[in-house]
């Protein structure tokens, strides 16, 4: 009996599994992640590729992020890169780890950094729910924001999973998520992934710079 249950088991993950992979192709999930990574992958590429070619034939960045740190506190650059990553994410994040690889502590300020994109991501989130109950802002945000709110509907927590991980404007995404009432718990669960992202994204600044 019990061996009967586990293969009826299997075999509904299987389903389900088959179930969503058929509604994601459909969908065309796939070939917007793919479509989404091959926009991205260029111009990450060269964003790296020329921050090594000024670090090492222009401006020296040892010397220039020393100078920032003396000129302004880490809590004034933290606060800045909180502004941005809860309203459209306006500065590339990539620059603030950048920032963080030349400070006394890389991780620590790597680690308060993926937190505070966290925590934008969750302020964009509650920002979405607030303009839902503004009915002259909601409808314009719903004409400028049309495509990330048909693909949260669409796809849900994997769109929060893809602008969690890819340079897809996380607060956008977030907004959309509150915008349609998407489960907060589930958004919190994905969002996670941002470490991720900052994580791995470290390895390869820190590397280079």
């Given at each position: 009996?019990?061996?009967?249950?586990?293969?009826?088991?299997?075999?509904?993950?299987?389903?389900?599994?088959r179930?969503?992979?058929?509604?994601?192709?459909?969908?065309?999930f796939?070939?917007f992640?793919?479509e989404?990574?091959?926009?991205?992958?260029?111009?990450?590429t060269?964003?790296?590729?020329v921050l090594?070619?000024?670090?090492?034939?222009v401006?020296?960045?040892?010397?220039?992020?020393?100078t920032?740190?003396e000129t302004?506190?880490?809590?004034?650059?933290?606060?800045?890169?909180?502004?941005?990553?809860?309203?459209?994410?306006l500065?590339?994040p990539?620059?603030?780890?950048?920032w963080?690889?030349?400070t006394?502590?890389?991780?620590?300020?790597?680690?308060?950094?993926?937190?505070?994109?966290?925590l934008?991501?969750?302020f964009?989130?509650?920002?979405g729910?607030?303009?839902y109950?503004?009915?002259?802002?909601?409808?314009y945000?719903?004409?400028?924001?049309?495509?990330?709110?048909?693909m949260?509907r669409?796809?849900?927590?994997?769109?929060?999973?893809?602008?969690?991980?890819?340079?897809i404007?996380?607060?956008m995404?977030s907004?959309a998520?509150?915008l349609?009432?998407?489960?907060?718990?589930?958004?919190?669960?994905?969002?996670?992934?941002?470490?991720?992202?900052?994580?791995?994204?470290?390895?390869?600044?820190f590397?280079?710079?």
């Amino acid at each position: 009996m019990s061996s009967n249950s586990n293969k009826k088991r299997k075999k509904s993950k299987k389903s389900r599994f088959r179930l969503l992979h058929q509604y994601y192709s459909y969908t065309g999930f796939y070939a917007f992640v793919q479509e989404s990574l091959k926009k991205v992958f260029w111009p990450i590429t060269i964003f790296i590729l020329v921050l090594w070619l000024i670090h090492r034939f222009v401006l020296n960045f040892n010397d220039l992020f020393v100078t920032i740190t003396e000129t302004y506190s880490p809590l004034s650059i933290l606060s800045i890169f909180l502004a941005s990553e809860s309203f459209l994410g306006l500065i590339p994040p990539e620059i603030f780890i950048a920032w963080a690889s030349k400070t006394a502590s890389p991780i620590l300020y790597l680690t308060a950094l993926a937190c505070l994109s966290y925590l934008g991501g969750i302020f964009s989130f509650l920002m979405g729910r607030y303009l839902y109950k503004i009915p002259s802002v909601y409808n314009y945000i719903e004409v400028k924001m049309s495509k990330h709110i048909k693909m949260i509907r669409k796809w849900g927590g994997f769109l929060i999973v893809v602008g969690a991980l890819l340079p897809i404007p996380f607060s956008m995404t977030s907004i959309a998520a509150g915008l349609i009432h998407y489960k907060f718990r589930n958004y919190l669960l994905f969002g996670l992934l941002r470490f991720v992202r900052f994580y791995l994204y470290a390895l390869v600044i820190f590397n280079v710079l």
